[in-house]
């Protein structure tokens, strides 16, 4: 990689770009910088589904620090960061992840605010901007349970899932759980622009799954639905 970084220093920037979007790859952080001095004059930086998580909160502090001398252009900063936790018996503490955001510089001096889901079951960190949301990502539904911290200055619905585009749960484990006694059907939609909803499903079409589908989801606003049995 280090050759890969000199050989860029060698190129000449191209100052006329404003927008970069990084997309369902996997790039070095250091590699990302060296890319980003070729345009210093960018206006607006995606980072959907390319760079790890965990090293991005490790890098946060040279982050900013490299934004605020070599990206002054920079008014728009989005991303979309995942990462999938295996180990049942490893808690993931989201105010750690999202603390570092909540200084001035993110909520005051940029106004770039960022929001983290923990999905208990099964395990999933997702880091995310709350204007974007990768429409590509499948989330799957198998708990109840969600757990969000933010550095948003609000969020009317701490459980309502706005950007979520498709969908996957497995009805007959969602519907024991939901007709349990630590059940119930949710409170409000959870996910209201829903377009893309694939259910699977036992022996039988569980009791009472139609009524509870329609809490969870806006049934209107489904484009594709897919039955795996």
């Known amino acids: 990689m280090d050759e890969t970084v000199t050989q860029l220093s060698n ?17 070095d952080i ?9 345009v210093p004059s960018i206006e607006r930086l995606q980072l959907i589904r390319s760079i790890d998580l965990h090293t991005f909160i490790a890098h946060l502090h040279q982050w900013v620090n490299f934004v605020e001398t070599k990206l002054l252009s920079l008014t728009q900063f989005e991303f979309f960061l995942t990462d999938d936790q295996h180990d049942f018996n490893f808690m993931v503490d989201t105010e750690s992840l999202i603390g570092p955001f909540r200084t001035s510089f993110w909520t005051e001096k940029k106004s770039w605010f960022a929001v983290c889901d923990y999905i208990v079951s099964p395990r999933t960190v997702i880091l995310y901007t709350p204007l974007i949301f990768d429409p590509e990502f499948e989330y799957v539904y198998e708990s109840k ?4 911290s933010t550095s948003v200055p609000s969020i009317n619905n701490p459980t309502k899932m706005d950007g979520v585009r498709k969908l996957r749960l497995d009805l007959t484990n969602v519907m024991a759980l939901a007709t349990s006694s630590q059940g119930g059907l949710p409170h409000n939609i959870r996910f209201p622009q829903l377009d893309q909803l ?6 039988e079409w ?4 139609l ?4 809490s969870l989801v806006d ?3 489904l484009i594709k639905l897919s039955l795996q049995i």
């Open 11 to 27: 190129l000449t920037p191209f100052r006329q770009l404003s927008y970069l979007a990084f997309k369902h790859c996997h790039i």
């Open 206 to 209: 569980p009791l009472g799954s």
């Open 30 to 38: 250091i590699l990302l910088e060296s890319l980003l001095l070729l």
């Open 219 to 221: 049934l209107s606003k």
């Open 198 to 203: 694939t259910i699977r499903i036992g022996d």
């Open 145 to 148: 349970e969600i757990r969000r």
């Open 211 to 214: 009524r509870f589908l329609s």
